[in-house]
């Protein structure tokens, strides 16, 4: 059972963040995209925990597709969609939290950037676009 949850959470983080990445790459790409869509959510070089959510309706939608087509080719149930949401939504606030990568559990996980590779696209601009 448990090999099956892990299973299908790395799937869905998969695709989810493949589509991520492709969106918000877009997104800094295209000047009018970026100026109309993604430029608000920028104005913070210093994210903290609300500008997780300081998104036009637009990249929530574009965030929405890729998580649930992350939890649809994983087959997910109800239940361990639930779970999946609660866990993207952590690791959107902590992405933001402008904690030490220490403290971020989400940032642990191999292969997932945390707090300070979010932090340095929010200084930057560009670069870091995945999750």
């Known amino acids: 059972q448990w090999s099956a949850l892990v299973v299908q959470l790395s799937a869905a983080f998969l695709v989810d963040d493949c589509f991520f990445y492709a969106?918000?790459?877009?997104?800094?790409?295209?000047?009018?995209?970026?100026?109309?869509?993604?430029?608000?959510?920028?104005?913070?070089?210093?994210?903290?925990?609300?500008?997780?959510?300081?998104?036009?309706?637009?990249?929530?939608?574009?965030?929405?597709?890729?998580?649930?087509?992350?939890?649809?080719?994983a087959g997910m149930s109800l239940h361990t969609l639930w779970l999946w949401f609660a866990i993207r939504q952590a690791q959107g606030v902590l992405d933001h939290a402008g904690v030490d990568d220490s403290l971020d559990p989400i940032g642990w996980l191999p292969g997932v950037g945390?707090?300070?590779?979010?932090?340095?696209?929010?200084?930057?601009?560009?670069?870091?676009?995945?999750?």
Do not use: M
Request: proline content about 6%.
């Open 114 to 131: 945390g707090t300070r590779f979010h932090d340095d696209h929010h200084k930057l601009f560009n670069g870091n676009y995945a999750s």
């Open 23 to 73: 969106y918000h790459r877009c997104l800094h790409a295209v000047p009018f995209l970026y100026t109309r869509f993604h430029k608000p959510h920028h104005t913070f070089t210093r994210p903290f925990v609300w500008t997780s959510h300081a998104l036009h309706p637009v990249e929530i939608a574009c965030q929405s597709v890729g998580t649930l087509s992350g939890a649809l080719a």
